[in-house]
C-alpha cells in the first residue's frame, strides 16, 4: 500500500514538473492567415488556436501519426491542442486552406 | 473608365450599377465604383460615350495587379522540377495500360482536347460506369492548395494515385500497377533515369505525373494583354463585366486572384444531395454541401460546369448566381440576389470569356512498349 502511495505521490510530482516545463504559445487567425507561418515548440507544448477573423474556421492536421481536427471555431473563440510527438507537422484550415502553418516539434 | 491612357467609353448602365455598389464592396472594389461613378447620372438604360481624362489610375492600376500572372510555376521542394520527370510523366499520364481494362488513362477525363477536363457532366469510370462529380480541369493545378472537389488530397502527389487504384474509376490495385509497368521493358529506364533512387514505385510514380500535371498551366489570354496594357484585348462590354465582377456580382468573394480562386470551400446553393466537404467537416454547419472553388482559366472551354455538370453554359452559370440558389443554412453568406440587368450578365459572361486563351495543341507522347 505504502508503495503504491509512493508510486503515486512520485507520478504526481513528475506530472507537475513536467507540467512546469510544458510552454503555452498562441496563434491567432486574422485575414484568413495564421499569425506566424513556421514555428517551432517542444514536445508537450500547447498551441493556442485564437480566431479573430469574422468567419468560422477548423484547425486540423492530417499528417500521418500527429493528426488531429479541432472541429468548427467560431468567430472569438479559442481552441488549443498539445502536441505530444516530435516531427514536422503541416497545419492548416479546413476551409481556407491557403491558411498554413508548419509547426516543428522538437524534443 | 477602364482605360487610362485612352480616351474609352462605358456605359450608363455600367456606371449606375457600380455605384449601388458603394456600400456593399470593400477595398480597392469600392476605388473602382468611385471612378466610374464620377460625372455620371444619367439614364441607367441609355449608353453613353464617355470621355476620360488620360491620366493614369492608381486604383485600377492596383486592382489589376492582383490579377497578375505569376513569373514562374510553384514545384514543392520534396518534388523539384526536373526534365525527366516530366518526361516519365506526361507517359503515365497518357497511357491507359494505368487502368484496370487498360481503356482509361489520367487524360480520359483531363482531356487536353477539353481544355484538361472531359467535357461531360460526370465523370466516366471503370466500365464505362459515370462517376458522381464531374472531372475537373487540371489546368494551373501547380498553383492549387487543396484537391479534389471536396478537397480529400493534400497534395497532387497524393491526390495522383487516388484515381488508378480507386474501383469505380481506373480500378487498378498499385501493387498491380508496379509489376505491370515492370513487364514494360522501355519503363525501366525512364524511371532510372527520373528516380534512380527510387525505380519503379508508387512514389515515384505519383511525383512523376505530379510534376508532369504542374507544367500544363493556362496560356495568356485577352485578359492577361488588358492587364498588361493593351486597352484594345477586350471589349468595352468585358471591361463592364470586369467591374462588376469585382463589385456588384460579388464573384471575387470566391473567385479571387489571378487564377480566380480562393482554394477554399463554399456552399453555392446548388440542389444537391451531396455534400461534398461536408463529408470530412461533418460539425461544421457552412461545409455542408461545399465543394472547392474552381479556377476559372480557360473557362470558356470547360462547361458544363459546376461539380455535378448541371449547369450546361457560361450563361446560365451567371444566371444561377444571379438567383442566388437553395436558400440553406450551409449557403455561404455571399451567395445571394445580385439582381442582374441582362446587359450586366451579358458583360460578366464577355468578361469570362477573356479568359480563355488560345493553349494549342499538346501532343501526344510515344508510349513505352
Redesign the interface.
Known sequence: MKAIIAALAAGCICGGVLAAFAAEQTVTQKGKAFSQTAMTIKKGDTLVFQNDDDV?H?VMS?VPGSEF?L??QQPGSKVSQAFSKSGEI?V?C?????M?LTLTVVD | MFDAQNCRRLTHRAAASHGLCLAAVAGAAVAIATVVTNGFAAPADRPLVVAVASVPDPTIMSLKEKYRRPAAIPFPKDNPYTATKVDLGKKLFFDTRLSAANVLSCASCHNPAYSWGDGQPRGIGHGMKPLGRRSPSIVNAAYGEIFMWDGRAASLEEQALGPIKTDVEMNLPIDQLIERLKGIPEYGPLFQAAFPREGIAPGAIAKAIATYERTVVSGRAPFDAWINGDEKAISDSAKNGFALFNTKARCTACHSGWNFTDDSFHDIGLRDEDIGRGKFLPDVPKMQHAFKTPGLREVARRGPYMHDGSVPTLKAVVDLYDQGGVDRPSRSEDIKPLKLTDQEKMDLVSFLNTLTSDMGPTTIPILPR
Not at chain 1, 479546413?94 to 491557403?98: D, F, G, K, L
Open positions: 468560422v477548423n492530417s481536427n472541429g468548427a503541416s492548416i479546413a476551409i481556407h486552406p491557403r498554413k
